[in-house]
Protein backbone atom coordinates (compact mmCIF):
# COMPACT_ATOMS: atom_id res chain seq x y z
CA UNK A 1 0.00 0.00 0.00
CA UNK A 2 1.46 3.49 -0.87
CA UNK A 3 0.40 6.19 1.76
CA UNK A 4 1.22 9.82 0.67
CA UNK A 5 1.29 13.37 2.90
CA UNK A 6 0.84 16.30 0.97
CA UNK A 7 0.55 20.27 1.77
CA UNK A 8 2.16 23.27 1.60
CA UNK A 9 5.83 23.43 3.51
CA UNK A 10 5.31 23.91 6.95
CA UNK A 11 1.62 22.12 7.53
CA UNK A 12 3.28 19.39 9.50
CA UNK A 13 2.77 16.94 7.31
CA UNK A 14 5.86 15.24 7.81
CA UNK A 15 5.57 14.93 11.89
CA UNK A 16 2.23 12.78 10.79
CA UNK A 17 3.83 11.01 8.17
CA UNK A 18 6.56 10.21 10.91
CA UNK A 19 4.12 8.84 13.51
CA UNK A 20 2.13 7.07 11.11
CA UNK A 21 5.49 4.89 10.57
CA UNK A 22 6.18 4.69 14.26
CA UNK A 23 3.11 2.79 14.56
CA UNK A 24 3.30 0.48 12.23
CA UNK A 25 6.79 -0.31 13.16
CA UNK A 26 5.09 -0.77 16.34
CA UNK A 27 2.82 -3.56 15.01
CA UNK A 28 5.36 -5.12 13.21
CA UNK A 29 4.32 -4.45 9.72
CA UNK A 30 6.83 -3.64 7.44
CA UNK A 31 7.09 0.04 6.85
CA UNK A 32 8.94 2.31 4.84
CA UNK A 33 8.98 6.00 5.28
CA UNK A 34 10.65 8.40 2.54
CA UNK A 35 10.02 11.72 1.39
CA UNK A 36 10.84 13.13 -2.00
CA UNK A 37 13.13 14.51 -3.55
CA UNK A 38 15.40 11.91 -1.89
CA UNK A 39 15.66 8.56 -0.94
CA UNK A 40 18.54 7.42 -2.88
CA UNK A 41 21.81 8.07 -4.00
CA UNK A 42 20.85 9.80 -6.97
CA UNK A 43 17.71 11.25 -5.65
CA UNK A 44 19.79 12.35 -2.88
CA UNK A 45 22.05 14.61 -5.12
CA UNK A 46 19.22 15.56 -7.21
CA UNK A 47 17.14 16.80 -3.69
CA UNK A 48 20.41 19.09 -3.14
CA UNK A 49 20.63 20.86 -6.13
CA UNK A 50 16.94 21.53 -5.57
CA UNK A 51 16.61 22.87 -2.61
CA UNK A 52 20.39 24.01 -1.91
CA UNK A 53 22.60 24.64 -4.68
CA UNK A 54 22.99 28.64 -4.94
CA UNK A 55 22.49 29.41 -8.61
CA UNK A 56 23.65 32.45 -10.30
CA UNK A 57 21.05 32.30 -13.08
CA UNK A 58 17.52 31.24 -11.85
CA UNK A 59 16.65 27.34 -11.83
CA UNK A 60 13.80 27.21 -15.21
CA UNK A 61 10.34 25.62 -14.28
CA UNK A 62 11.08 22.96 -16.92
CA UNK A 63 14.83 21.95 -15.25
CA UNK A 64 13.00 21.61 -11.99
CA UNK A 65 10.21 19.75 -13.23
CA UNK A 66 12.74 16.96 -14.76
CA UNK A 67 14.81 17.18 -11.87
CA UNK A 68 12.35 16.10 -9.49
CA UNK A 69 11.22 13.71 -12.19
CA UNK A 70 14.28 11.81 -12.49
CA UNK A 71 14.75 11.99 -8.51
CA UNK A 72 11.13 10.30 -8.35
CA UNK A 73 11.81 8.05 -11.38
CA UNK A 74 15.17 6.36 -9.80
CA UNK A 75 13.32 6.19 -6.27
CA UNK A 76 10.34 4.22 -7.33
CA UNK A 77 12.58 1.70 -9.51
CA UNK A 78 15.09 1.31 -7.06
CA UNK A 79 13.42 1.17 -4.12
CA UNK A 80 8.96 1.70 -3.78
CA UNK A 81 8.47 -0.71 -6.75
CA UNK A 82 10.33 -3.43 -5.04
CA UNK A 83 8.95 -2.89 -1.43
CA UNK A 84 5.14 -2.94 -2.97
CA UNK A 85 5.66 -5.92 -4.52
CA UNK A 86 6.90 -7.98 -1.01
CA UNK A 87 3.32 -5.75 0.44
CA UNK A 88 5.39 -3.34 2.27
CA UNK A 89 3.79 -0.37 3.50
CA UNK A 90 5.33 2.61 1.81
CA UNK A 91 4.63 6.42 3.09
CA UNK A 92 5.84 8.76 1.19
CA UNK A 93 6.10 12.78 2.73
CA UNK A 94 5.71 14.32 -1.32
CA UNK A 95 4.59 12.67 -4.68
CA UNK A 96 2.99 13.53 -7.90
CA UNK A 97 0.11 15.63 -6.45
CA UNK A 98 3.49 18.31 -5.24
CA UNK A 99 4.72 17.82 -8.81
CA UNK A 100 1.04 19.47 -9.81
CA UNK A 101 0.52 22.01 -7.20
CA UNK A 102 3.89 23.57 -7.17
CA UNK A 103 5.04 22.61 -10.94
CA UNK A 104 1.79 23.31 -12.58
CA UNK A 105 0.29 25.46 -10.67
CA UNK A 106 3.16 27.32 -8.79
CA UNK A 107 5.28 27.40 -11.93
CA UNK A 108 2.51 27.75 -14.48
CA UNK A 109 3.56 24.33 -16.49
CA UNK A 110 0.78 22.62 -18.58
CA UNK A 111 -1.44 19.65 -16.89
CA UNK A 112 -1.26 17.72 -19.27
CA UNK A 113 2.67 17.73 -19.90
CA UNK A 114 2.81 17.28 -15.81
CA UNK A 115 0.48 14.10 -16.00
CA UNK A 116 2.81 12.66 -18.46
CA UNK A 117 5.94 13.22 -16.91
CA UNK A 118 4.29 11.84 -13.25
CA UNK A 119 3.07 8.91 -14.91
CA UNK A 120 6.48 8.11 -15.85
CA UNK A 121 8.20 9.14 -13.73
CA UNK A 122 6.10 6.91 -11.13
CA UNK A 123 5.75 3.73 -13.55
CA UNK A 124 1.88 4.65 -13.16
CA UNK A 125 2.52 3.59 -9.80
CA UNK A 126 -0.71 5.73 -8.39
CA UNK A 127 -0.94 6.29 -4.03
CA UNK A 128 -4.00 4.20 -2.46
CA UNK A 129 -4.44 6.79 -0.16
CA UNK A 130 -3.46 10.59 0.64
CA UNK A 131 -3.65 12.74 3.44
CA UNK A 132 -3.38 16.75 2.20
CA UNK A 133 -2.96 18.93 5.30
CA UNK A 134 -5.00 22.43 4.88
CA UNK A 135 -3.12 25.27 6.14
CA UNK A 136 -3.69 29.14 5.82
CA UNK A 137 -0.22 30.42 4.12
CA UNK A 138 -0.10 33.18 7.41
CA UNK A 139 0.10 29.86 9.74
CA UNK A 140 2.40 28.00 7.69
CA UNK A 141 4.83 30.86 6.73
CA UNK A 142 5.43 31.77 10.49
CA UNK A 143 6.04 28.15 11.14
CA UNK A 144 8.58 28.18 8.36
CA UNK A 145 9.80 31.44 9.94
CA UNK A 146 11.44 30.03 12.96
CA UNK A 147 12.77 26.56 10.63
CA UNK A 148 14.82 28.31 7.85
CA UNK A 149 13.74 28.54 4.45
CA UNK A 150 15.26 26.27 1.21
CA UNK A 151 15.12 28.02 -2.34
CA UNK A 152 11.58 26.87 -3.07
CA UNK A 153 10.57 28.19 0.83
CA UNK A 154 11.43 32.03 -0.05
CA UNK A 155 9.22 31.81 -2.74
CA UNK A 156 6.20 34.32 -2.92
CA UNK A 157 2.96 34.20 -1.21
CA UNK A 158 1.25 34.52 -5.28
CA UNK A 159 3.04 31.65 -5.76
CA UNK A 160 1.89 29.66 -2.87
CA UNK A 161 -1.62 30.98 -3.19
CA UNK A 162 -1.21 29.19 -6.99
CA UNK A 163 0.40 25.64 -5.29
CA UNK A 164 -2.78 25.98 -2.40
CA UNK A 165 -5.25 26.17 -5.37
CA UNK A 166 -3.60 23.31 -7.20
CA UNK A 167 -3.57 21.25 -3.82
CA UNK A 168 -7.40 21.85 -3.84
CA UNK A 169 -7.76 20.97 -7.19
CA UNK A 170 -6.28 17.64 -6.74
CA UNK A 171 -8.25 17.18 -3.92
CA UNK A 172 -11.50 17.59 -5.88
CA UNK A 173 -10.37 15.59 -8.81
CA UNK A 174 -9.23 12.96 -6.72
CA UNK A 175 -11.55 12.46 -3.79
CA UNK A 176 -11.05 8.70 -4.08
CA UNK A 177 -7.97 8.48 -2.39
CA UNK A 178 -7.42 12.22 -0.72
CA UNK A 179 -8.51 13.08 2.40
CA UNK A 180 -8.35 16.71 3.44
CA UNK A 181 -7.33 17.33 6.95
CA UNK A 182 -6.94 20.43 9.43
CA UNK A 183 -3.45 21.60 9.76
CA UNK A 184 -4.15 23.67 12.86
CA UNK A 185 -5.77 20.83 13.93
CA UNK A 186 -3.86 19.19 17.46
CA UNK A 187 -1.42 16.73 16.42
CA UNK A 188 -2.83 14.00 18.50
CA UNK A 189 -6.51 14.35 16.58
CA UNK A 190 -4.76 14.69 13.53
CA UNK A 191 -3.06 11.19 14.19
CA UNK A 192 -6.24 9.62 15.51
CA UNK A 193 -8.22 10.54 12.17
CA UNK A 194 -5.24 8.96 10.10
CA UNK A 195 -5.08 6.07 11.84
CA UNK A 196 -8.91 5.44 11.58
CA UNK A 197 -8.89 6.55 7.59
CA UNK A 198 -5.51 4.07 7.40
CA UNK A 199 -7.84 0.82 8.56
CA UNK A 200 -10.43 1.67 6.75
CA UNK A 201 -8.38 1.75 3.53
CA UNK A 202 -6.64 -1.68 4.73
CA UNK A 203 -9.49 -3.42 5.52
CA UNK A 204 -10.52 -2.43 2.03
CA UNK A 205 -7.42 -3.93 0.68
CA UNK A 206 -7.41 -6.84 2.67
CA UNK A 207 -11.02 -7.50 1.80
CA UNK A 208 -10.29 -6.80 -2.41
CA UNK A 209 -7.33 -9.17 -2.01
CA UNK A 210 -9.45 -11.53 -0.43
CA UNK A 211 -12.09 -11.48 -3.38
CA UNK A 212 -9.34 -12.29 -6.11
CA UNK A 213 -8.29 -15.13 -4.45
CA UNK A 214 -11.45 -16.56 -4.69
P1 LIG B 1 11.33 19.60 1.86
O1 LIG B 1 12.43 20.24 2.67
O2 LIG B 1 11.24 18.12 1.87
O3 LIG B 1 9.99 20.30 2.28
P2 LIG B 1 8.84 19.79 3.21
O4 LIG B 1 9.51 19.37 4.50
O5 LIG B 1 7.94 20.98 3.33
O6 LIG B 1 8.20 18.66 2.45
O7 LIG B 1 11.44 20.17 0.40
C1 LIG B 1 10.70 19.74 -0.66
C2 LIG B 1 10.38 20.94 -1.51
O8 LIG B 1 10.27 20.52 -2.86
C3 LIG B 1 9.09 21.59 -1.12
O9 LIG B 1 9.23 22.99 -1.13
C4 LIG B 1 8.14 21.19 -2.24
C5 LIG B 1 9.05 20.97 -3.41
N1 LIG B 1 8.57 19.97 -4.39
C6 LIG B 1 8.17 20.39 -5.65
O10 LIG B 1 8.19 21.59 -5.95
N2 LIG B 1 7.77 19.46 -6.58
C7 LIG B 1 7.75 18.11 -6.32
O11 LIG B 1 7.38 17.29 -7.18
C8 LIG B 1 8.18 17.69 -5.01
C9 LIG B 1 8.21 16.23 -4.67
C10 LIG B 1 8.59 18.64 -4.08
Known amino acids: MLITFEGIDGCGKSTQATLLADRLHQENIETLLLREPGGTELSEHIRALLLHKEFTRPLCPEAELLLFAASRAQLIHEVIKPALERGAIVILDR ?33 DLTFLFDISLKVASARRESSGKD ?56 KNAHHLDQ
Request: net charge negative; hydrophobic share 35%.
Open 95 to 127: FTDSTIAYQGFGRGIALDIITQINRLASNEIEP
Open 151 to 206: RIESESEVFYTHVIQGYMYQAQHHNERMNVLDGTAPIETLQHQIWRLFQEERGRDI
